[in-house]
Structure formats: C-alpha cells, structure tokens
C-alpha cells in the first residue's frame, strides 16, 4: 500500500480536510500542493505548501482535492479521474454513514454529518459539518454542501450546485445543475438550472 498523500488546496477547506486525516488516516505521508505563487513555502497546520500543483502530481500518488469552489475542484479532480490516480474519499469519525448509501470518488463527508440508506453521493462531493443527507437522496458530481444543511428523503441535488448553510430543502425537491441555494433558505418547489434562490420559502433571486 502506497502510504502518501498529495493532498491538493492550502485554504480554509483544507484545514478541515487536514484536521480529519489527523484523526482517520493511515497516511504516513502527507504534501499539501496549491497553485497561489504567495503560498509557496508557508505552512498549514504545520504542513509546507508546494507550489504548482501540477510539477509535483504523478500517477501513483493517492490524491485528495481538498478545495470548496467548485470549479476548481471539478478541473482537478477531472485531471485526478483521467490520470488513473487513487482520487481518496475522506470521512470524519463522527460522521455517521449507512453502509447502503453510495459514495463516489473524492468525496469528503465532515463532522457531525449524517448520509441515510440510499443516498448517493456522485464524485468530488463536499458534505459539510452537521449537514443531513436523508434516505434516497442523489447528489450529482463537485456540488458542495455547506454546514448544517438538511436534505428531505428522495431531495435530488444536481451537478456543481451549492447549498449554503442551513438550507432545508423539503422533501422530494428537485434541484437542477448549477445552483445555488443561499443560506439558510427552505426550498419548497423544484429550481431550475443555474438559478440562484434565496428566502423563506426561497425565491429567485435578482440584482436590483
């Protein structure tokens, strides 16, 4: 077994990605990679950042992306999935996960998180704390669940939405790509690509 991990990010994201390892890994051996010219040679948690990412990948490493904007880790972990790397799936100890949920590659599941039977989460999803990810829930590829957010049983999330925090998404809801749902909205009704809604009960949102 390959004891090393690039893990790919040195921001706020990261340190909660570290902080877990801290606690699950079997990782002898973990480099933290960003592509920020003024991170090279600083350090997170104790661990120096490289600089560029892509002059230190290479096909035998177990990788995870450790980066809260979407596009950027969908770029990365495409990168990650064409290359064949082991792209990790990372979860918490607290996190509480049913052995009939499906998880995709490169997904990180925080503290406190809960992922009921059924659920499917698609690759590079970001489950963060607190969050509840209810029995036959789907949630599509690089989408990031903020803290404290509650998906309804059958809730299907699509592709590189976010969910800000403490959003309640009613049960059966469907969400499509693109998404975004402000912080603490309750969605009542399906949203249609690349709409930003926000409210109690949530509304499209428009600049004044």
């Not at 450790?66 to 792209?87: P, Q, S, T």
């Not at 309640?168 to 603490?184: E, F, S, T, W, Y």
Request: proline fraction near 3%; charge should be negative; include cysteine.
């Amino acid at each position: 077994m390959n004891n090393s991990l690039a893990l790919l990010g040195a921001g706020g994201h990261a340190k909660v990605v570290l902080d877990t390892l801290h606690l699950v890994s079997t990782y002898h051996e973990i480099s933290v990679y960003d592509d920020n010219p003024s991170k090279l040679g600083s350090e997170i948690l104790g661990y120096e950042v490289h600089v560029p990412i892509q002059h230190h990948l290479n096909l035998t490493m177990n990788v995870h992306v450790a980066i809260g904007d979407n596009l950027v880790r969908r770029r990365l972990g495409e990168e990650i999935l064409n290359g064949k790397m082991n792209y990790l799936v990372i979860t918490h100890p607290t996190a509480i996960v049913s052995k009939f949920s499906q998880i995709g590659r490169g997904v990180f599941i925080a503290a406190g998180a809960t992922i009921a039977p059924d659920a499917v989460l698609d690759d590079g999803v970001i489950i963060n704390h607190h969050s509840v990810i209810d029995h036959d829930c789907s949630i599509g590829s690089w989408t990031h669940i903020a803290p404290g957010v509650v998906l309804g049983g059958g809730v299907i999330v699509g592709k590189n939405c976010l969910i800000g925090a403490g959003a309640v998404i009613l049960p059966g809801i469907q969400i499509a790509d693109d998404v975004v749902v402000g912080a603490g909205a309750v969605v009542t009704r399906d949203v249609a690509q690349g709409l930003t809604v926000v409210g109690v009960p949530a509304h499209n949102y428009r600049m004044k």
